[in-house]
C-alpha cells in the first residue's frame, strides 16, 4: 500500500534553513506527482509546492525564491529545501501524492520558526 513518511522538521530561528524529506512506498515514485502541503494552527491546509514525473514544479507565492522542491527517484524520496525561514512559515509539512483518484498523506512533520 502507499506510504509516505516525513522527516526533517524542527525548530529553526528566523532567517535558518531546514530540508524536510518523504520517503515514500507502495507505487511507481518516478511518474507521480508529489506534492507538499502546510498546515499551521488555525489555518486551513495549503499547498506549497509540486513536483511532477517530469520534473517541473510549482510554488505558491509566499515561498518562491526560498523554498525549492525535488526528487531523488532512486531513493523514492522528495525534498522540500526551505531557505530565509520566516515565522510565518512555522505549520505542520505533509507530503501528498494521489493514486487511483485517492489521495495520500504522509503523518507530517512539524517546523516551528522562532528566535
Known amino acids: 500500500q502507499v506510504q509516505l513518511v516525513e522527516s526533517g522538521g524542527g525548530l529553526v530561528q528566523p532567517g535558518g534553513s531546514l530540508r524536510l524529506s518523504c520517503a515514500a512506498s507502495?507505487?511507481?515514485?518516478?511518474?507521480?506527482?508529489m506534492n507538499w502541503y502546510r498546515q499551521a494552527p488555525g489555518k486551513e491546509r495549503e499547498l506549497v509546492a509540486i513536483?511532477?514525473?517530469?520534473?517541473?514544479?510549482n510554488y505558491a507565492d509566499s515561498v518562491k525564491g526560498r523554498f525549492t522542491i525535488s526528487r531523488d527517484n532512486v531513493k523514492n524520496t522528495v525534498y522540500l529545501q526551505m531557505n530565509s525561514l520566516k515565522p510565518e512559515d512555522t505549520a505542520v509539512y505533509y507530503c501528498?501524492?494521489?493514486?487511483?483518484?485517492?489521495?495520500?498523506w504522509g503523518q507530517g512533520t512539524q517546523v516551528t520558526v522562532s528566535s
Open positions: 507502495g507505487f511507481t515514485f518516478s511518474s507521480n506527482t
Open positions: 513536483i511532477r514525473g517530469s520534473g517541473s514544479t
Open positions: 501528498n501524492t494521489k493514486r487511483g483518484g485517492r489521495g495520500y
